[in-house]
């Protein structure tokens, strides 16, 4: 997991309560760990744009789906699902689905916020919960200070915005070889995210198995071809993850260690 | 034709409700052990459905996509960063379509 560089050094006169002189280098400092972000970030989002071109968005309708989603697997959910021309509510519930887990981050992060933190720095921090951002706020030493990842989130974001944006517009100027090349970037990422985790736990090792095989056997079996690609997904995700917690509930010790 | 706009909406507004309900309201850990397991587990199994077979049928060629998610997997396996993983499996699928295609 990219962790975008070394974690600052904990600061002993800021330690708890972060003094206003301090919230300025601590946002320096966020500029700094989300440079490599936002670089990722755009080669991902550039992949992403492509498929939001294939779904028939602008680059502007695109830009904004990502600035106010900022979610790889949940926009990729989305664009295509535009793309077969689904309803809003299956829309609604596969971008609840494939953004399930910023649910589990967010009430992790909860926790690593000092209890006083305000209802407005919530809500902002809410807006960017992702694996990147998510990996480099936990790994932040003792409290979090919001503005530490108001510094990641102001770079990556455009980042991720921009990316989006040309990869509509360049998209379809390129050789049908590089699209086909870049359509896999997301798939890659999805890999970067499922495999760590997959290599500590032989629980997850399997899941990753077996929901490889089923989603196969979902695409090519005749009798399920009606059935849109959301559906399936959906169907397939719950059906899974819940024989998996049913059969192998998480140790809550253990499930720390593991979190992206 | 859906309305695009209308689907940006429901998208931004799900995504935003996701992240910012646990935040503003859960101050405690979640007990149910069967809830935060489920929870636990969503990611991976989502995005390995979403992966697989979708990572060969979005190449030219099949074989190429097989060799991203090879190699893909592998470096993953071995920690590489976020970036690298994706940029490699770009790689992969250009250079081998260049001999497969």
Redesign the interface.
């Given at each position: 997991?990219?962790k975008g560089g070394a974690a600052p050094r904990p600061n002993p006169q800021t330690k708890g309560d972060f003094p206003i002189n301090h919230h300025a280098s601590h946002f320096k400092r966020g500029i700094l760990d989300g440079c490599?972000i936002a670089?990722?970030y755009f080669?991902?989002a550039f992949?992403l744009g492509i498929a939001a071109k294939n779904a028939?968005?602008?680059a502007l309708?695109a830009m904004?789906?990502s600035l106010?989603?900022?979610?790889s697997?949940?926009?990729?959910?989305?664009f295509s699902?535009?793309a077969a021309?689904?309803?809003?509510i299956e829309?609604?519930i596969m971008?609840?689905?494939?953004?399930?887990?910023?649910?589990?981050?967010?009430?992790s992060?909860?926790?690593k916020?000092a209890?006083g933190t305000s209802?407005p720095h919530?809500?902002l921090?809410?807006?960017d919960?992702t694996?990147?951002i998510f990996g480099i706020s936990i790994a932040y030493p003792g409290r979090l200070d919001p503005w530490y990842t108001y510094g990641a989130m102001a770079i990556s974001i455009p980042g991720w915005a921009l990316g989006t944006f040309l990869g509509v517009i360049v998209g379809n100027a390129l050789p049908?070889?590089?699209v086909?090349?870049?359509?896999?970037?997301?798939?890659?990422?999805?890999?970067?995210?499922?495999?760590?985790?997959?290599?500590e736990n032989k629980i997850?090792r399997a899941?990753?198995l077996i929901?490889?095989a089923?989603?196969?056997c979902a695409?090519?079996w005749p009798l399920l071809s009606g059935i849109s690609p959301g559906v399936?997904?959906i169907a397939?995700?719950v059906l899974?993850?819940?024989g998996?917690?049913?059969l192998?509930?998480?140790d809550?010790e253990k499930?720390e260690a593991?979190q992206? | 034709?859906?309305n695009?706009?209308?689907?940006?909406f429901?998208?931004?507004?799900?995504?935003?409700l996701?992240?910012?309900?646990?935040?503003?309201l859960?101050?405690r850990?979640?007990q149910n052990?069967?809830?935060?397991?489920?929870?636990?587990?969503?990611?991976?199994?989502?995005?390995?459905?979403?992966?697989?077979?979708?990572?060969i049928q979005?190449?030219?060629s099949p074989i190429?996509?097989f060799l991203?998610?090879a190699t893909?997997?592998y470096?993953?396996?071995k920690?590489?960063?976020?970036?690298l993983?994706?940029?490699?499996?770009?790689?992969?699928?250009?250079v081998a379509?260049?001999f497969l295609?």
């Open positions: 997991m990219d490599p670089l990722g080669a991902v992949t028939g968005f602008s309708q904004i789906e106010t989603n900022n979610a697997a949940g926009e990729y959910a989305v699902l535009a021309g689904a309803g809003y829309v609604a971008t609840l689905v494939a953004n399930a887990r910023y649910l589990l981050m967010s009430c992060l909860s926790q916020l209890p209802l919530r809500l921090l809410a807006f919960v694996d990147e049908l070889r590089l086909s090349a870049l359509s896999v970037g997301l798939y890659g990422m999805f890999l970067a995210i499922i495999m760590p985790p997959a290599k997850v899941l990753v929901s490889f089923l989603s196969f695409s090519s399936k997904t397939l995700t899974i993850s819940l998996a917690a049913i192998f509930p998480v809550p499930e593991h992206p | 034709m859906k695009i706009w209308l689907y940006i429901v998208s931004a507004g799900v995504s935003y996701i992240r910012s309900t646990p935040l503003v859960i101050r850990e979640i052990k069967t809830l935060r397991s489920f929870l636990y587990y969503v990611p991976y199994v989502t995005l390995s459905v979403m992966t697989f077979p979708a990572i979005a190449t030219q190429a996509g991203a998610l893909g997997a470096l993953a396996w920690g590489r960063s976020l970036f993983v994706a940029v490699a499996c770009c790689l992969v699928v250009f379509e260049l295609i």
